[in-house]
């Protein structure tokens, strides 16, 4: 069983930046698809990025290409998130997810993700 555990949310003006994390309490979550989906207010939740286990394949939600960048650092079991130029739209609560399976694919789809985060919130005023 893998937890996972945000942090790096906050309140922000539009166009500011911020930087999620996300650390797994297993090992096995160096070997495995790790993603990021967030759910606004009223909203379903919905695929931001994506990573394959050590970042070569990875895939972004067409509003985050651009200004959002996912990573990973598989030595210290944490996953991260760099927002710019975020914009009240993106308002949401984001949270990390992890797959026991994934070491070719970023997984788009929410349903291939076992585990999951408490989520952080994100929000932006303009």
């Known amino acids: 069983q893998v937890q996972l555990v945000e942090s790096g949310g906050g309140s922000v003006q539009a166009g500011e930046s911020l930087m999620l994390s996300c650390t797994a309490s297993e090992k096995t979550f160096r070997n495995n698809a790790a993603a990021w989906f967030r759910q606004g207010p009223g909203k379903e939740r919905e695929f931001v990025a994506a990573?394959?286990?050590?970042?070569?394949?990875?895939n972004y939600a067409r509003f985050g290409s651009g200004r959002f960048t996912i990573s990973r650092d598989n030595r210290k079991k944490t996953m991260f998130l760099e927002m710019n130029s975020l914009q009240p739209e993106d308002t949401a609560v984001y949270y990390c997810a992890a797959s026991d399976f994934g070491n070719l694919e970023a997984f788009q789809d929410q349903f291939e993700y076992e585990y999951w985060g408490q989520g952080t919130q994100v929000t932006v005023s303009s």
């Open positions: 990573t394959n286990f050590n970042g070569d394949v990875i």
